[in-house]
């Protein structure tokens, strides 16, 4: 499976925009860019998902390069119940399993 | 819809003995994923079924874990023996088989081993 690349952790001020970046570099053409979530002892929760053009949902905002190497989740406005580990992960177009990496943990300061 | 359910949600066990982890997926889903998260591995797949059949048990990590599907609502994982290093929490997700479906996952069973 081709690899993301996610910074360990970032810090968002409550009520601000947050931008969560995501690097794959080795993405296929039929690889989806999926964004999860975990919030502190639940499950992951699914967020956003996207191949090549930019998706918006009520949760987010998925901004995708134009060559796909990276991508961005954009969470328009934090609050404390956005501070979760956020994943980015690449499945293949015929792929019904997720791959986890080690995620973001983002921290939302009041 | 109450969501992917697992039971129990805390299990404490001592080494040696028979774990079974339980899981309810949701309705009308026809996937069923077994994962286990620890500090050290992060969240790793164990194993998915298809319409109650395994598709992909290379997760597993040796014979003393066992899982099955008896059915389209129920799916079992078992360890047996236990070791402490089982230690884990693990999570049952359940998803629709067109492509790019979400999986749901349940909350939990954190697993402590002794």
């Known amino acids: 499976d081709a690899k993301t690349t996610q910074p360990n952790s970032m810090e968002s001020n409550e009520e601000e925009p947050v931008h969560l970046p995501c690097n794959h570099s080795?993405?296929?053409?039929?690889?989806?860019i999926h964004w999860y979530r975990q919030l502190p002892s639940q499950g992951p929760e699914y967020v956003i998902h996207?191949?090549?053009s930019n998706v918006n949902n009520r949760m987010a905002s998925l901004a995708i390069a134009e060559d796909r190497k990276s991508s961005t989740l954009i969470l328009h406005r934090a609050t404390l119940r956005d501070a979760a580990v956020y994943y980015c992960?690449?499945?293949?177009?015929?792929?019904?399993?997720?791959?986890f990496g080690s995620g973001t943990q983002l921290t939302v300061l009041p | 819809d109450a969501g992917v359910i697992q039971s129990p949600r805390h299990e404490v066990t001592e080494m040696g003995q028979e774990v079974t982890l339980r899981c309810k997926p949701i309705?009308?889903?026809?996937?069923l994923f077994w994962y286990r998260q620890t500090m050290m591995r992060g969240l790793e797949l164990l194993i998915y079924?298809?319409?109650?059949?395994?598709?992909?048990d290379s997760g597993m990590p040796e014979d003393r874990f066992s899982a099955k599907m008896p059915n389209a609502s129920f799916s079992t994982l078992k360890i047996q023996p236990s070791e402490p290093r089982d230690s884990a929490v693990y999570f049952c997700?359940?998803?629709?088989?067109?492509?790019?479906?979400?999986?749901?996952f349940g909350n939990g069973t954190r697993l402590t081993v002794t």
């Open positions: 992960i690449l499945r293949g177009g015929s792929a019904r399993q997720l791959t």
């Open positions: 079924f298809n319409n109650n059949v395994p598709i992909d």
């Open positions: 080795t993405i296929s053409g039929t690889d989806y």
């Open positions: 996207g191949l090549t």
């Open positions: 997700a359940s998803s629709f088989g067109q492509k790019n479906s979400p999986l749901h």
């Open positions: 309705s009308g889903h026809d996937y």
